[in-house]
């Protein structure tokens, strides 16, 4: 019999050998039919995750309700914001609807929305989203990043390949045009997982990127003009057992939580997604499983979707770590941008902690820096900002 390469092998493995689930193997191949497919493969394997009694619960508990509530949590919390920011600078602020804000001050006008200001050009926007490119360029000036590599949606193989060289676990996310951890799979170690992360990630773009996930602990450097505002550590949220709830009827209470909160928490809701579902299997748990009373819970591998409580103010970064991080933002040609890094030791450089950069946001969120454990620490970033887009503006 002829034995089949090791290329074949792996293929084999990936596209439905016994490592790969049945079910894994029918959503590649509607995924390969076309953008109904590729759209409609995630959203199937996302029941997989929550379970049809989960996507029940999540039904009953009104989307567009939920997401109405959100909202106004979210334009509350930016009207707050930028009040503050008007007040310390001597502006006045006037609305023009939609969240659109208009800010004057002898003559000079600037208009924002949430956290999107005029500062950076479109051109270097797009940029930064295309991270492949960003990779690229950091590698090029000796700036860590984590080992990648980039394949078609078409084509996992190679990423299966890049998986299997080590046993480090993967990042799986689209190439181009996402942020915000939209369609992001952390903790990826098998063939299975791999297969569902790739139709997540292949459903945003047509390119795919896998990394190897580094150690340590994730933070997200606010840079304005080449000069550091602030500094956040962002840890991955959790949620604490009860002794009779399930892992993913606290996530739930959780979310409730954060909606009752309004614009004082972070406003977004945990998603139970195969993230979730990776991090909770991490822990030796499923969603259904009932954690003790008292027991922490990782419920994500990604941190987007925190809460106030898992944020702090970020001292004692290093130097180095800094330096290396208002790089990054400057070989994008960006005036106004938010460096995320994760490293083991963020008092040394990321060179000699072996940390990397994830990722350049140009549209960086201003919530974070607010919305805190530590607030008596918490920096007002929006004040300096605000000064910058009223020197620049047109009178």
Known sequence: MHEQSPVARRSSRLQGGPSVAPASRLLSRLARLGRPGRILSPELDGLRTKGWRGELRARRASASERDERLATA?????RRIWEGAATAVGADLSELGGGFLVMSRAGAQSVLRHHLVMLNDPATNALALNKAIVHELLVGAQIPVPEYLEAGREDPMQALSFMQSSSDPCVVKPANGTSGGTGVTCGVRGPDDLCRAWLRAGRWDRRVLIERQTPGEEYRLLFLAGELLDAVRRRRPCV?????????????????RRLGALDRDVSRLINID??????VRSEGLTLRSIPARGAQITVKNTVSENAAAENATALGLSAGLIGQAARAVELLHLEFAGVDLVTPDPARSLTDAGGTILEINAT????????????????DVAAPILQRLLRSARR
Do not use: F, K, M, W
């Open 364 to 379: 960086p969120g201003l919530h974070y820096h607010y919305q805190v454990a530590d607030r008596h620490q918490a920096v």
């Open 74 to 78: 979210h334009l509350a919390t930016y």
């Open 240 to 256: 604490v057992g009860d002794g009779s709830a399930t892992v993913g009827e606290l996530i739930e209470a959780e979310n409730e």
């Open 274 to 279: 195969l993230d979730c579902e990776l991090a």
